[in-house]
């Protein structure tokens, strides 16, 4: 089965940069998209389709692929941003929906 | 949207529950619904999808089997139906409904928690 593989954490001070990778095989042939998770609450698109954002996603939210990782990156980090991110694919061998292992976002 | 889970419960190991999803605010039945759950303190994983038309249904490997993920168009109602329930098992869990091209997950419930525990 197809494995997405993200680090367990991230940390960047508030007005930085944070960028979140997503590792697979071959995932530049593959939809990814994003979700953020703040506690107790479900989870929330923020990215599809590597990067198109819903309506009320900040502009600072936005998604690109390079080789085997796709990267989130959150610019002018907020407080707010603190989180869990997820990315997701669709594993077109199976028709299954593949989730990576998240990543805590934490803002310093 | 809207989207509300209920069902879940504490349930003994081996036994059943049946989750309901009710769906409003937009043309459930034109959308492709999943399942996906999350034990606590962990990452999320999915479940089931059914097709807008029931007609297509997809199993993770580890509820295969065991779950059946089914729609009733007329009532905007997305179902799960557990059976053989674990310990593993115990999570909250998620409907989605998914959007667009792509295969994401555009709208999510709250989440309702299956406790399987003797």
């Known amino acids: 089965s197809y494995v997405l593989t993200q680090p367990p954490s991230v940390s960047v001070a508030p007005g930085q940069t944070a960028r979140i990778t997503c590792g697979g095989n071959n995932i530049g042939s593959k939809s990814v998209h994003w979700y953020q998770q703040k506690p107790g609450q479900a989870p929330v698109l923020v990215v599809y389709?590597?990067?198109d954002r819903p309506s009320g996603i900040p502009e600072r939210f936005s998604g690109s692929i390079s080789g085997n990782t796709a990267t989130l990156t959150i610019s002018r980090v907020e407080a707010g941003d603190e989180a869990d991110y997820y990315c997701q694919v669709w594993d077109i061998s199976t028709d299954h929906r593949v989730f990576g292992g998240g990543t805590k976002v934490t803002v310093l | 949207v809207q989207l509300v889970e209920s069902g879940g419960g504490v349930v003994q190991p081996g036994r059943s529950l049946r989750l309901s999803c009710a769906a409003s605010?937009?043309?459930?039945?034109?959308?492709?619904m999943h399942w996906v759950r999350q034990t606590p303190g962990k990452g999320l994983e999915w479940v089931a999808v059914?097709?807008?038309?029931?007609?297509?249904?997809y199993y993770a490997d580890s509820v295969k089997g065991r779950f059946t993920i089914s729609r009733d168009n007329s009532k905007n109602t997305l179902y799960l139906q557990l059976t053989s329930l674990r310990p593993e098992d115990t999570a909250v869990y998620y409907c989605?409904?998914?959007?667009?091209?792509?295969?994401?997950?555009?709208?999510w419930g709250q989440g309702t928690l299956v406790t399987v525990s003797s």
């Open positions: 605010e937009f043309t459930f039945s034109t959308y492709p």
């Open positions: 059914v097709s807008s038309d029931a007609g297509n249904k």
């Open positions: 989605a409904a998914e959007g667009g091209t792509g295969y994401y997950l555009e709208y």
């Open positions: 389709n590597e990067n």
